[in-house]
Structure formats: C-alpha cells, structure tokens
T-cell receptor
C-alpha cells in the first residue's frame, strides 16, 4: 500500500541553525501539507501546497519557514533559523483527489529537537 | 483556538463492547470531518470521514455520526478490539484543505 515517508526520523540541531525536513508524498497525490505537534498539544496545520505553490498557511508559518518541491517526488520544509519552540513532531501529509474534500494521509513524522 | 474539541482525554472500554468517541466543533463553516487514529511514534492514520450532507457513514466496525444542529460528531467502534487502543483525533475541514484537529482521546481496550 502506498505511504508517505519522511526523513530523518529524528533531527537534533542547535538553536539558530537551519534544518530541512524531507518528505516523499504518495506518488499520484496532488496536495501536500506540513503539520506539527508540540509535545502534549494538538496537531497544528502549517502549510498546504498545490500546483507548485503555497495554497494556505497558518500564522505559525512565518518567514522562517519555507517549503519546496525540488523534484517530482520530494517535498521539503525548511526552517531557516531554528528556535527552541520549534521543537516538535513534524508531519507531512498528502491527498490525492481534485475534489474539494480529500482524505489526507500522514507520514510517520520527524521529531525535531532544538537545543 | 478551540474550534474542535474532544472533551474526554481518555476512555477505557472492555474488549467486545462498543467504544464511543465524541467531538464538538464551533465553526459552522466546517463541512467535512475526519477521524484519525495514532499510535505512539507514528503519524495519524486515516480511519473514516463524513461530509456535512450526511448524518452517518459506516465502514466495517467504524461508524461516524454527525449532528450538524448540535455541532457534534461521534465515532463508534463495535466490537472493540485490543488493537484499537490508540489516540483518536477528530479533525474538521472547511474546504480549504487545512485540517483543524481536536486534542485527541486516548482509547484503551481492556481484555
């Protein structure tokens, strides 16, 4: 069964460093997303991406964040200068259809620890 | 931001019985709802969804009920199995492809 994959599973970085989290969405999907979950809190939407551009973003997704689909398979989230409060699980998701509502399928997550 | 609320942080049910997980929402613009299941160290796994034009959707042991006037939905699992023990998240969408999640309910199925 096709699935969303994410690398690395755990990333440790120093405050102020740049990190890139990588995702391979399900191959025929058209919409891509990033969510995060700070320990003990809700899963929160960060950004959605369609047709090579951002379609929605939350207030969390400020200028320190960017997304890219560098080739036909990868989808990346970059945090330019990490802060302690960026420590969280980051989930990539993708959805397939062209309808208004489509189930989103999530990857296993990358645990980001900022020291 | 409490647009989607799951008021029970945990629920314990005996194997074979029915599990009922509840979710309330405040934003009347939400018109598509999903349930996800999450095991530790894994991402959320899609279970079942319902659009606002329906009041019930069933898939095997899982049924989701939607009461739009009460802004309430529930997930019924019957019969409950030990493998159902996980955290269950309710999520809502208003057509923006942006899911809003509840806090989750930890379901424990006791043998």
């Amino acid at each position: 069964e096709p699935e969303v994959t994410q690398t690395p599973s755990h990333q440790v970085t120093q405050m102020g460093q740049e990190v890139i989290l990588r995702c391979v969405p399900i191959s025929n999907h058209l919409y891509f997303y990033w969510y995060r979950q700070i320990l003990g809190q809700k899963v929160e939407f960060l950004v959605s991406f369609y047709n090579n551009e951002i379609s929605e973003k939350s207030e969390i997704f400020d200028d320190q964040f960017s997304v890219e689909r560098p080739d036909g398979s990868n989808f990346t989230l970059k945090i330019r200068s990490t802060k302690l409060e960026d420590s969280a699980m980051y989930f990539c998701a993708s959805s397939g259809g062209t309808g208004i509502y489509n189930e989103q399928f999530f990857g296993p997550g990358t645990r980001l620890t900022v020291l | 931001d409490q647009q989607v609320k799951q008021n029970s942080p945990s629920l314990s049910v005996q194997e074979g019985r029915i599990s009922i997980l509840n979710c309330d929402y405040t934003n009347s613009m939400f018109d598509y709802f999903l349930w996800y299941k999450k095991y530790p160290a894994e991402g959320p796994t899609f279970l079942i969804s319902i659009s606002s034009i329906k009041d019930k959707n069933e898939d095997g042991r899982f049924t989701v009920f939607l009461n739009k006037s009460a802004k309430h939905l529930s997930l019924h699992i019957v019969p409950s199995q030990p493998g159902d023990s996980a955290v269950y998240f309710c999520a809502a969408d208003q057509g923006a492809q942006k899911l809003v999640f509840g806090q989750g309910t930890r379901l424990t199925i006791n043998p």
